[in-house]
């Protein structure tokens, strides 16, 4: 399934919050027309309304895709106008946190193509990472299809199994939370060691934005990156031998913060 298909039978964005407008931008600047699109919101923002995409309009009966970006508490009362679409050719992709793929066959029939996404909040800035698991139905083209929209906002993985997908959630859908707090935390650091609070926190953040461009871009993995900047009984090895303790360090509370977060989204999977 290629834009010009897409384009061809239309695209029905189900919600457009702060996520789905980032897909939405990404999307039109890809080239997909904005008369191909329908949004269905209960409050869309000035610019999905000046964006020229249909906007709580009747929707096509067989769309190529139906991305549904509603929170999983809205799910019961939204998904049911979909109803009809199901055990077609109409491919659903969803990036709702925690509903799993056997809930949206439970309403919208199990032969329904359907594919499960992760991403995150820096999608808004194109530097998202998305990841995707997909339904029998669904297949290879599904997948391929589902990439290739969510490209549109970052980097796209697939997975092996959809039991991963917990993981993912504690990992790179909640962790976007956790580096900023971070960065809360060394600012604070920062003034406690006389900075002034503007200061303190400008160095943070650019030091976190830095750092993660370089990892993401350099050929050496995370733990040279470490090593290139660490002198032997100098001021960064000083911090590390804190930092990297394994009994109160950062590695035993990132266990604990990855899998907290990975236990809830069972929850909300069993809820």
Not at 116 to 145: E, F, H, S, Y
Not at 239 to 268: H, Q, Y
């Amino acid at each position: 399934m290629n834009i010009t298909d897409v384009a061809k039978r239309g695209l029905v964005l189900l919600g457009c919050g702060k996520m789905g407008s980032a897909m939405l931008q990404g999307w039109l600047a890809d080239g997909l027309p904005a008369s191909s699109v329908w949004v269905q919101d209960p409050f869309p923002s000035d610019w999905v309304q000046g964006s020229g995409v249909h906007v709580n309009a009747d929707l096509p009966t067989a769309p190529a895709i139906v991305l549904i970006a509603v929170k999983p508490q809205m799910m019961a009362d939204a998904l049911p106008i979909l109803a009809a679409m199901g055990n077609g050719e109409t491919l659903f992709v969803s990036v709702a946190a925690g509903v799993s793929i056997a809930t949206y066959e439970g309403i919208l029939g199990g032969q329904t193509p359907i594919v499960r996404a992760m991403p995150n909040t820096p999608a808004a800035v194109g530097k998202g990472i998305t990841a995707i698991v997909g339904n029998g139905p669904a297949g290879a083209a599904g997948l391929d299809a589902s990439e290739g929209l969510l490209t549109a906002v970052g980097q796209v993985v697939r997975l092996e199994n959809e039991g991963q997908m917990d993981a993912v959630t504690g990992l790179s859908g909640s962790g976007p939370a956790y580096v900023f707090h971070m960065i809360e935390c060394m600012a604070a650091a920062g003034e406690a060691q006389g900075l002034s609070p503007e200061l303190s926190m400008a160095l943070a953040k650019a030091t976190v934005a830095g750092a993660g461009a370089l990892a993401e871009t350099a050929e050496e993995s995370p733990e040279q990156l470490r090593v290139n900047v660490t002198s032997p009984n100098g001021t960064t090895q000083a911090g590390l031998n804190v930092l990297m303790d394994t009994s109160d360090g950062l590695p035993p509370l990132m266990i604990k913060t990855v899998g907290a977060a990975a236990e809830r989204s069972r929850e909300l999977g069993n809820d």
